[in-house]
């Protein structure tokens, strides 16, 4: 497999950017985290939230459908629904079920330390529940898929070839558990699972809704 090491490295400094602008777009909610109490603050911070959030993803939609048409030898893009991915998309709703029932069986067992960014995470519920709420079942979601599994692959492993697609299936899912959480493995390892859960739902559809459809799942279940 020939690689090419500049287009490379280029594709790696636009993925750097594009996580930059996301993490850049999530700091009205981090200001609102301050203040929960100011009403007016909350307001402002919520509009600026609001107009980050269209902005990207305008942004992520456009470059995405930009490279679809340029470069897409695994035929990304929308796919009809058929019987045979019904029933896989059954089979991936069975799977996270069963990795939800053994999210919560760890934790009640005290097994895995509680991760920092699930600390996080309920902090933030607790100060703004209803924001928080839409961020993490509607907004990240969508914004997160883009970007782990929709610019990822056509960055790095847009290929016909089944193999290249798998290895991207197992990187997405590691780069997503490391900007995560690293405070230890098996914190990094159930965000990884969840990763490559939806990296595997990507590049077997071949269509970001369902991976989409997923992550959605997942967030709502969670703040349940």
Do not use: C
Not at 33 to 62: H, R, S, W
Not at 107 to 118: C, D, G, R, W
């Amino acid at each position: 497999m020939h690689i090419k090491w500049q287009q490379l490295f280029l594709n790696l400094l636009k993925f750097i950017g594009m996580f930059l602008i996301y993490e850049i777009g999530t700091i009205p909610l981090q200001l609102a985290y301050m203040l929960p109490n100011n009403v007016v603050f909350i307001l402002i911070a919520f509009g600026m939230y609001l107009i980050t959030m269209g902005f990207m993803l305008v942004l992520f939609i456009q470059i995405y459908r930009t490279q679809l048409s340029q470069h897409n030898p695994a035929h990304f893009g929308r796919q009809k629904l058929t019987n045979r991915l019904a029933v896989f998309m059954g089979v991936m709703v069975v799977l996270w079920l069963i990795f939800l029932a053994l999210q919560i069986w760890i934790s009640q067992h005290n097994l895995v330390p509680e991760s920092a960014n699930q600390k996080t995470v309920l902090a933030f519920v607790q100060a703004v529940p209803w924001w928080m709420g839409l961020d993490a079942v509607v907004f990240a979601p969508i914004i997160e898929e883009l970007l782990f599994r929709g610019l990822f692959f056509n960055w790095f492993f847009n290929s016909a070839d089944k193999r290249r697609q798998y290895l991207g299936v197992f990187i997405s899912g590691a780069v997503f558990a490391a900007v995560h959480d690293m405070s230890n493995f098996w914190s990094w390892l159930i965000y990884a699972v969840m990763g490559w859960l939806l990296a595997l739902t990507y590049a077997h559809t071949k269509d970001i809704r369902y991976n989409i459809g997923l992550h959605m799942f997942n967030n709502l279940i969670s703040l349940i």
